[in-house]
């Protein structure tokens, strides 16, 4: 048994085209930490498949399962040895953990916003939601605010578990927010930090599979969102946002995770963005780190973990993508209402 | 006139395809610096646009040039309030500015390096060359060895002046490193600091130009190459890189600039990658720091620059993208010494 036979069994269980290089990031991952969880976030690999290669790996001999996690057998670490493997070693800037930005000059409205959000609804299944660390919200604003996408300018929120709209609010450099959620806790919540605080934001209730509203098409500078990671789920999302673009030259971002999403899906996601006209200028891997949520024993992740122990950091986290619209394509704004467009052989944690 | 008008006006004169969204980059950037360097820096703009947005504004009384730099007249000012154009705002990281990664675990061989690449040729134009800092070049291996791209794997470096393969040699991760190099100032350079730290690399001559080499072929686990920036041409010196990789999971490391290439451009260069079956996984916006080279003058550039002030800083930057193969896709290894591929419309250094 090698590495490529064990990307071959993956890709028959899993349905997740794998290669031998796929298998060794899981073994390297393996060789960081015995944590489930941990394995998933440091190897960048889709979780369906992680858990796949470990009891296949279960099975052979090379690793065990305990309550302490997955740990190599004396037979696991011959196999280390023979098939070459290293350990993952990370040297991500420990001041901005790897986001290329640092969020200093936020000091204040970070402050007011780290207060704000200890009242915030809580993450729920229903939702699909799960939302990202204070760090992170800001970090995207920092990001934006340096590629010019902020000052003065219009800013969509499609879905915003992770209160972008407020922070955004808070640092006063937009002109004008407008946030769409469909959970009325978020839209009464936001509603209300905006009134207290005097925000140019306005939450509406809307459901993202509809139309994006006649009277929001065209009227922004900037999207934000967070979408599903199926192929079709991204396109339309990412779709959304563009047709709220006034045209060439507006932003957009948004996050891919690599637990959601194969090396080999990501190219299919990168073609489709591509093919909506827009160019992709920042890929920042592992920016956005959400925050562990509750319903994590109620996930297909969980039935998946081969060992059923808590994840011990926040391991659940996603590449920071912007795209900018270079070319003016017709984008679709459909219904997809009755269309299953959230899951693939790759998703879990819906 | 607004900023649509002058976008129109830059693809008149350059034939690279411009919105009013390019002409704001190149204002918000005046506002920050007098430099024309600094501005085609800050701007994310081709250098050949940026020249020509900034003759047009100086046409309109708008901007004047003298030895001070590109100043903003009173009409100018006035126009800025009007289009609400905001001074460009870097929240770059101070720590890794804005790289990601940090080199701290490579200090000994970092401090070797940079004592070694004091006797480096000097870059010369015939070679289209131009390097990186020191920095820059160790930052390029933290990168790679944090996507496990290295550790007893095998590397190919097409083209060397920024001396990664002796970087790469001196850390001591990679098992094998091949140099392929036109100029033969710097293959004695490498081979010479090869022997005397006995580090297993080879530098050979080689025509990028021409196809790679039989022996090389399918050889490797990683590249890194320096690609010129017309799509065609760097479509072929990628496609160098690929064919020289083992195959599904190799790895490929470049840099493509905003100075050289418009964002038009960046989305049909992106395309290219996507058909050879690469995914693109990191984009690191000014991950690669060049020094200011020696042939400044000679360079279409200069002759480009509305004012003929030397550059006060380290100005042309470039992206550090990561590529992956994820699917097999037949890529050419043509001669190409016949054809020109160095030029388009948005080059300007060459």
Redesign the interface.
Known sequence: MNKDDLASIVTKITNI?W????V??VL?ALLVSSNFWDIVSFSFEPLPAVAAVLRTLAEEGIVSFSELGVELTDRGRRFIERE?I?P?????????E????????FKEAFDKFAKIQLDRPEAIRKFDQGYVTPDTTFARI??A??R?DL??KKALVLGDDDLVGIALGLTGLVEDIVVLELDERIIDFEQGVASQYSLPLKALKHDLRKPLPEELLGNFDVFFCDPPETVEALDAFVGRGVVGLK????AGYFGVTHAESS??K??LL??AL?QRG????????DFNVYMNWEYVDEMLAWDLAPVKQPPHRNWYKS?MIRV?V??KVEVPNEDLTDRDIYNDPESSTT
Do not use: Q
């Open positions: 085209p290669n031998a290089r796929n060794e990031r390297s070459k290293s993952l070693h990370s040297h991500a800037c420990p001041r901005c790897g986001r290329t930005v640092v969020i200093d000059e920092a990001l605010d340096s010019g000052r003065g045209g060439l030259g507006g090396f080999y990501w190219r990168e073609m591509l827009l160019v992709i200028s920042d890929i920042i891997t590449s900018e270079v070319e």
